[in-house]
């Protein structure tokens, strides 16, 4: 006489037919493809530009102030009037005879952030 089967061995054998198989195969391509989609969209490709900040920010003529970033993330960071491509960090004096608005781009690929900064001068 055969033994009568439990719930649990049922379930367990089912795993093993070609049903099964295939349900825990397109299972495990579903948890894949949701991984890979979640770290396109939540990984941030984008840079991110912790801070942008100059010291200080209001001047007297012919006085400097220092420019500072720090950016993570990006292939490309650069501040225009004239700086140019600088490194992920770092800082720069400058002394504007005019109030003056400074601009970081920080680039990875296609996708840019940017921030601007004014100095005045008075």
Same mark, same amino acid.
């Given at each position: +006489? #055969?033994? =009568? =089967?439990?719930? @649990? $061995? +049922?379930?367990?054998? *089912? @795993?093993k037919t ?5 349900? @825990? ?6 948890? +894949? ?6 770290? &396109? *969209? ?7 530009i912790? *801070?942008? $900040? #100059?010291?200080?920010? *209001? ?8 420019? /500072? @970033? !720090?950016?993570?993330?990006? !292939?490309?960071? %650069?501040? $225009? ?7 992920? %960090?770092? /800082?720069?004096?400058? /002394?504007? !005879? ?9 680039? &990875? ?6 921030? %601007?900064?004014?100095? /005045?001068?008075?």
């Amino acid at each position: +006489m #055969a033994q =009568k =089967k439990t719930y @649990w $061995d +049922m379930q367990k054998s *089912f @795993w093993k037919t070609p049903p099964g198989v295939v349900i @825990w195969f397109t299972a495990l391509l579903a948890i +894949m493809a949701g991984g890979m989609l979640a770290l &396109n *969209f939540l990984g941030s490709p984008y840079p991110v530009i912790e *801070f942008f $900040d #100059a010291e200080p920010e *209001f001047l007297a003529p012919g006085q400097s102030s220092v420019l /500072s @970033w !720090s950016v993570v993330g990006a !292939s490309l960071v %650069e501040i $225009d009037q004239d700086i140019g491509p600088v490194a992920l %960090e770092g /800082s720069r004096s400058v /002394s504007p !005879s005019e109030d003056t608005i400074y601009r970081l781009v920080a680039v &990875n690929g296609s996708r840019n952030r940017s921030v %601007e900064l004014k100095v /005045s001068v008075s």
